[in-house]
């Protein structure tokens, strides 16, 4: 073998090691993702591409695709109703504390979803701002909610509704009855990438320290 074989073969040798412990550490840094933003964070082995259902609308009941208010950011999902008595407004609460704690803030938009469009539809960025002003609220009428739903795994359901009669008087309008009514729904968050994918879930407990550290974790790591 002469002196030319002999180094190109030692650069090959080179280079083929160089590329084994690239893939090696690349494999290995999102293994380490996974763990550290665990079990705050679970991310999906790969994002799931979602974007195509991701038409929705907004208080003026236009349509709204999700890319014309994420503007290539990641995109925080929460999903919820804005009469929800008690987990939504903590939920909301705890997202905006958690942002106020990110590094990484002005990467990410979080996006409330109404799951109850008849009666939210007009007031969904009321209802998210008043949480934090840079929130945004959107929604779905029913059929294309249940596509939306079904594709990023989560769930909404009308708790059976209640009638509840004014007070009793001689007034004509007193014998009429409204409905209330509740909806279960999907307390997770759900974390989308800037191509709009789904990329992790955020369940409960949600601590805005832990998952201020997990979303800033993330974002860095899969920019």
């Known amino acids: 073998m002469n002196k030319i074989t002999t180094t190109f073969a030692a650069i090959a040798a080179i280079a083929l090691v160089v590329l084994v412990a690239f893939f090696l550490t690349s494999s290995k840094s999102i293994e380490e993702l996974k763990l550290s933003v665990a079990p705050t964070a679970s991310l999906y082995p790969e994002a799931k591409v979602v974007s195509n259902v ?85 929604s779905a009428f029913e059929g294309e909610l249940r596509t939306i739903s079904k594709k990023l795994g989560v769930y909404h359901q009308v708790v059976a509704a209640q009638k509840k009669s004014k007070s009793h008087s001689h007034d004509e309008h007193s014998s009429k009855e409204h ?39 993330i974002i860095t790591a899969l920019r």
Request: aromatic residues 8%.
């Open 179 to 217: 409905k209330h009514y509740e909806v279960d729904h999907t307390t997770s968050y759900l974390l989308l990438n800037p191509e709009l994918a789904l990329t992790a879930i955020l369940s409960s407990p949600h601590e805005p320290d832990a998952m201020a550290k997990a979303l800033d974790e």
């Open 54 to 138: 991701l038409n929705f609308v907004d208080d003026n009941s236009r349509a709204v695709h999700l890319s014309e208010v994420s503007r290539n950011k990641w995109v925080l999902m929460y999903f919820g109703y804005a009469s929800c008595p008690n987990v939504c407004p903590m939920d909301l609460g705890k997202i905006s504390q958690t942002l106020q704690k990110m590094e990484q803030k002005d990467d990410l938009q979080v996006v409330f979803v109404s799951v109850d469009p008849n009666r939210d539809v007009g007031k969904l960025n009321s209802f998210a701002k008043g949480f934090n002003g840079d929130f945004v609220g959107l």
